[in-house]
């Protein structure tokens, strides 16, 4: 492919598109920059393998510590293991994408999008999904797009289009959109309780760039001379579609109506059914035309039956407004909510269930040394200090497989709780531990992301996390068929799964604080998107108004178990004497008080213990370390050495003074051991400093109010 170069531009900020330069055996390549930010994304393209009844699309975000001009730490020094922010943008990714690949697709296309260079303006992310689309599109692979997508932030009253990191920082809005010809494809934002208007107005506003961005890569192709790719959808064998409808439809229409069947027992007899019509297609001759089909391809008659059930179940909604469970479109599903359910041992925990979603979130309070440091990744953000981790065993949707670590799916299901609840918390001063919540997904029926969120804000609250707000989420679904759109509320399972839309809506009483959406479709209006948003609100507030029967306030005191957290601050200039050489001193102060210490480059020190005097003992022993020594000032000291013309006494840790002989006492003193010996406790005061800075002691006017005030002091 010859070289060639475009460039885009809006609101001051440029994305060029580079292809025929990269990757030249790759199906298609691009470079999208945008200033020094540089993402490179591949899309190569494979015949498909036998069996495959699904699309096996693989997308991949690498990131290379090159690009920020760092190298790798460890023994290796080489990237390993794709830290979460990489797994996120993968995703991130792949969502838009995906509904615009054909349906019968079965053929394996990987995505490749690497991360050349990256300066601290220029978010990575947005770039690599419209670059994607390109890649695509040049691979000529089958593609309902083209496919682009923006960042949009709020600073002020402003809209800002691709905002830097430092923008985003300071906004109220996190929100990236992707768009194809037919409409929105994908929402992803994070906000800081906006209502639902602002939040519609950003995504308009948004989608507004991804139309000028689509229509900048279909005159790319007009200049390259590429078309974009379509091809023929496999035939349908319409009697064997007849076969199954003839002998199913009756039976689905009669469970599908059946609203007191809970989801396995609708399954079963939806099984059942399907097992009929197999044993019927089994009993047909051998040279029946349906019966060769189905030997020909084993699946043809599952994926006709689940094609019948999902069409069938659609009719239901779009003609009659009932669901499969007998709610109203815009009916929340029965809630029970317990805090408290684990022992004291748990700092707080929060069961939440949704019909026959279950999760049980657990909320755990560190010390600042939990926090979880991301300096090795590619990411201004140094720490997290709020944790949110999301488990999906197999037994909760009532399955059997082998454990293994978390998938991409926990991944992003916890990063999406995570952001629902970051805009409530405490500030680092209000409340300075470090918090994980972990969701356990003990059953599932749909929705178990907006289940973690609700659960989780139930588990702060019992672990006594003092959060602004508390925090529910809804899941809204969609059926559309033609110009009928239909919009649900909560949708459980089999709405997910045969429904058009997974709008995940979350927030407080005030405003969003998070959005997920993933579309089955090419495309949605924005007028559809608004009605879903606003529609979510009652429901999230049905729910919020349940979840604080079960508590309504953060509890007032921490578990027992616990740490306590004490901070102070000192001058930075002291950490090293704090530390001391090796660690030596802190080292000691731990042994010592059984506590925890964790010293910031600011000066500002946090102890932690799970005995409250325990955290006090080590403070006062930095706070007096470290504290200015002030003329006048009493101390008891203990007597270090002496030397013919006086003794040193440690009046603090690490801070010694000198008492001259002629201080030691009233009168005239002939030998410093007639008056004091290494050991003693001694009662002195501070006369001040001489020209080298040196402490000088007395144990000369000190008033007795003043040496029982000291001892009271040292015996803290």
């Keep these: 492919m010859q070289e060639f170069e475009k460039s885009i531009s809006f609101d001051d900020r440029d994305i060029r598109l580079k292809v025929g330069l990269l990757a030249p055996q790759a ?39 090159y690009a920020a001009g760092r190298i790798p730490g460890g023994f290796f020094r080489r990237e390993g293991k794709p830290p979460e922010k990489a797994i996120l943008t993968s995703r991130l990714i792949d969502r838009p994408l995906r509904p615009l690949f054909p349906s019968w697709l079965r053929d394996d296309i990987q995505i490749v999008a690497t991360t050349l260079s990256m300066d601290e303006e220029v978010p990575p992310d947005v770039l690599a999904v419209t670059g994607a689309s390109v890649a ?47 409409g929105i494809v994908m929402v992803e934002a994070g906000a800081n309780e906006l209502p639902e208007q602002d939040v519609i107005e950003a995504i308009d506003f948004g989608y507004e760039a991804v139309q000028e961005l689509i ?63 197999e044993q019927a297609v089994a009993e047909l001759p051998e040279e029946d035309p349906i019966r060769i089909a189905t030997a020909e391809q084993p699946k043809a008659i599952a994926n006709s039956f689940k094609a019948l059930t999902k069409k069938l179940m659609r009719r239901q909604i779009l003609e009659q407004g009932i669901r499969v469970d007998g709610r109203k479109l815009d009916e929340v599903r029965p809630i029970s909510c317990h805090v408290g359910l684990l022992p004291a041992r748990v700092h707080g925990s929060g069961l939440f269930k949704r019909g026959l979603t279950q999760v049980l979130s657990i909320a755990t309070l560190g010390t600042p040394g939990d926090a979880q440091d991301l300096a090795d990744d590619l990411n201004p953000a140094i720490e997290k200090r709020y944790l949110h981790h999301y488990n999906f065993p197999p037994f909760s949707v009532g399955e059997t497989r082998p454990l293994r670590s978390p998938g991409r799916r926990e991944i992003g299901h916890g990063a999406l709780a995570e952001r629902s609840l970051i805009p409530v918390l405490p500030t680092r001063e209000a409340f300075p531990y470090v918090v994980r919540v972990v969701s356990e997904v003990l059953s599932s029926n749909g929705s178990t992301s907006m289940g973690s969120v609700c659960g989780s804000t139930l588990a702060l609250m019992d672990a006594g996390v003092p959060l602004n707000k508390p925090v529910s989420g809804a899941a809204m679904g969609l059926i559309k068929e033609g110009d009928e759109v239909r919009i649900l509320t909560d949708i459980q399972g089999i709405e997910d799964f045969l429904g058009d839309m997974d709008f995940k809506v979350a927030g407080t009483d005030t405003g969003i604080t998070a959005l997920q959406m993933d579309m089955k479709i090419t495309g949605l209006s924005i007028d559809t998107i608004g009605k879903a948003i606003n529609q979510a609100k009652p429901a999230r507030l049905h729910i919020l108004q349940e979840m604080l029967k079960a508590i309504d306030k953060p509890r007032s005191e921490l578990s027992p178990y616990a740490p306590r957290l004490l901070t102070l601050k000192i001058d930075p200039e002291l950490i090293g004497l704090v530390i001391g050489p090796s660690g030596k001193t802190i080292k000691a102060i731990t042994e010592q008080t059984g506590a925890k210490i964790d010293i910031e480059d600011s000066g500002t020190v946090t102890i932690s213990a799970i005995e409250a005097e325990k955290a006090e003992k ?50 005239r003193v002939g030998r410093v051991e007639d008056e004091v010996a290494v050991g003693d406790e001694i009662v002195v005061k501070v006369r001040g400093f001489d020209n080298k800075g040196r402490l000088n002691l007395t144990r000369l006017g000190i008033h007795p109010e003043e040496a029982a005030a000291a001892r009271a002091a040292a015996t803290v």
């Design 27 to 65: 199906g298609g390549s691009v470079l999208i920059q945008s200033g020094d930010t540089a993402v490179l994304v591949t899309a190569t393209q494979a015949p498909g393998r036998e069996g495959i009844d699904f699309l096996p699309l693989i997308v991949d975000y690498e990131e290379r510590l």
């Design 136 to 182: 695509v599109l040049l691979a000529k692979i089958p593609f309902y797009g083209p496919m682009a997508a923006v960042r949009v932030g709020l600073v002020g009253d402003d809209f800002i289009l691709n905002p830097t990191f430092k923008e985003l920082e300071e906004g109220e809005l996190d929100l990236v959109i992707a768009g194809s010809p037919d």
């Design 215 to 277: 229509q900048a890569q279909r005159e790319l192709l007009e200049t390259l001379g590429i078309e974009i790719a379509t091809a023929e959808p496999p035939t349908v064998n319409e009697n064997l579609e007849k076969f199954v409808s003839d002998r199913a439809t009756e039976g689905i229409e009669k469970v599908l109506s059946q609203y007191d069947l809970d989801k396995n027992a609708r399954d079963l007899a939806l099984e059942e059914i399907q097992t009929t019509v």
């Design 618 to 667: 080590a403070k006062q022993i930095i706070f007096n370390m470290t504290r200015k020594l002030n003329e006048g000032d009493v101390y008891v000291g203990k007597v270090t050495r002496i030397i013919d013309i006086g003794a040193f006494v440690e009046v603090l840790p690490g801070k010694e003074g000198m008492i001259h002989i002629s201080q030691l006492a009233e009168g």
